[in-house]
Each structure stands twice: as C-alpha cells, then as structure tokens.
C-alpha cells in the first residue's frame, strides 16, 4: 500500500478550530473525504491516516465514523485527554473502535515549552501502550530536547515525529535543528513523517532543492525505514497544491532501491500503525 501518513478533515467552525486564523483563512471551510480521495488516486495512493485538528472527543469520534464510511481512510489518530482523572476509561472506549490507531495533542500551541515532561501528561503517555495506541510528537525544534527526554522515559512506547519538527525552511536554519533532531532519532522508538515542510518553507516561492539538506539530515538520523511520507493536507495548500507538495518525496526517494521507497511511502506507515493490507 501507498499511505499518506497525515492528514486532515474537519467542519470548520470557528468555536472548534481557533488556530485557523484569518491569516490562513483560506482554511476556513469543510475539507472531506470526498475532497482528497481524488487527490490520492491521482498519485495512485491507496489510503490516509486522518489526524486530529481539534482538541475535542466530538471530532475523534467523527473521523472514526469517516473511517468506517471510507475504506481508503486506513486510521485515525485522535484526541483524548491525557490528563483525564477518567483517562483509562476513556481510551477503552475509543480503543475499541478497530480505525484508532493513536493519538495526539497540539503541543506546539502550549505556553509551557515542557508540557510534554508534566508529570500528568506522562502518567497519560504511560496507559498508551496498555491499549495498543501510538503517540504523535507536534512539535517546534524548541521541543526536541523535552522530546528526548520523554521518549527515553517510555521506551516501549511508539512514537512518530510529525512534519520533522518544523525547521525554519524558508530561512534556510539548520542549527541546532538537526542536532537534536539527530538526538531524538537515537530512541529506537520514534519514526517520523515527512510532512509539514512546505509550509515552513517560502510559501508558493519554494523550490524542490529548497527540502534536499533537510530530507538529506532526516534519513540520516532516522534510517530509511523509520520513515514515512505525509502530505499535512489541507494545511499544505497554503503553500503548494497536495501533488507538488508530496512530489517532493517521492521524487526524493528516487535515489533508493525499491524496497525503500516502499517503505518511505506506505510501508513503514502500515508497520508503525499496524495497519493491515485490505
């Protein structure tokens, strides 16, 4: 299978989604199934991961239903709140439903750059692995270091590293980035998308050499087969349309052998998020 490791859905309302802002306000409408699966064939991709956009067990179980609605929609990594007093109930509930494969928290928007280390939010982490679900890392490169710190604390935990970290593309910054990148990469439980690198790039002015040295660091640090391709659709239109902007790596792993590109766009993704072939 071709997988799209990341990406989105929602109904926008204002309430749900605060973070889309008149700066992005091209975002504010519906983005649905019927919107991207004519995308994903045109690149012959047989199916997605829709992740959480929305802090709200309204929108998890909405995009379980979208799911079960939609063969090509392969898991849904949702939202549930890690420091929940009611926390193992919750995640048996949603747990059960066969589509859940992880979740998330919008780390990136919290005031405190050490959220993920509170020890509430880690004694959530730690009732994951209980029921079979992944982690998603949102973060800025600010984080990287808590990250580390967070990954070596649960190591039979699976997590995935979403678009990279976010370097600042578009001013061409690779320091101190890629170290802690490359420290993170250490943990042998962690694999990451590659996603989210047009918008943090120069939108609509970007060229493809523009990603090479960041794509380059990332497959260093990570190995090929802790990687997986990931559009970060619809927020990508921000910057380029969905073909030009998972073009990028797919005509990136041209350079390797089959096998690894299998693994790059599908593979890895269908393992990490155990993920069967239908």
């Known amino acids: 299978m071709r997988i799209d490791s990341h990406q989105h859905f929602w109904r926008y309302s204002p309430a749900e989604y605060p973070w ?18 004519p995308l994903l064939k045109s690149l012959e991709f ?5 992740v ?7 929108e998890t179980s909405w995009l379980l ?10 898991g849904v990594v949702g939202w549930v709140d890690l420091l929940s007093l009611d ?26 750059d ?6 509430g939010f880690m004694n959530g982490i730690s009732r994951l692995r209980e029921f079979d679900l992944t982690y998603d890392l949102l973060l800025f490169p600010k984080h990287l270091r808590a990250a580390v710190q967070l990954l070596r604390k649960f190591p039979e935990q699976r997590f995935v ?26 943990c042998p439980n962690v694999f990451c998308k590659l996603s989210g690198m047009v918008t943090e790039a120069a939108w609509n002015k970007w060229k493809p ?63 990490f998020y155990g993920i069967d072939s239908d």
């Not at 889309?20 to 699966?37: H, M, V």
């Open 114 to 119: 050490e959220f993920i280390l509170r020890a």
């Open 209 to 271: 050499p523009d990603f090479s040295c960041y794509l380059d660091i990332v497959v260093e640090a990570f190995t090929p087969d802790r990687l997986m391709i990931g559009s970060d659709w619809p927020v990508c239109t921000l910057a380029a349309s969905y073909a030009s902007t998972m073009q990028i790596v797919i005509d990136y792993v041209e350079q390797f052998p089959p096998d690894v590109r299998f693994g790059i766009l599908g593979g890895n993704c269908a393992r």
């Open 161 to 186: 590293l979403d678009h990279i970290a976010k370097p600042r593309i578009a001013e061409g910054l690779i320091s101190p980035w890629r170290d802690d990148l490359q420290e993170l990469a250490r």
């Open 87 to 112: 926390l193992p109930g919750k995640l048996k509930s949603l747990a059960a439903h066969p589509k859940l494969v992880g979740v998330r928290h919008i780390v990136q928007d919290e005031p405190d």
């Open 52 to 58: 959480q956009a929305s802090h709200t067990l309204k």
């Open 20 to 37: 889309i802002s008149d700066e992005i306000a091209q975002l504010k409408r519906d983005f649905l199934p019927e919107d991207l699966q």
């Open 46 to 50: 047989d199916g997605c991961i829709a």
């Open 65 to 74: 239903e979208l799911a079960m609605q939609h063969r090509f929609i392969k």
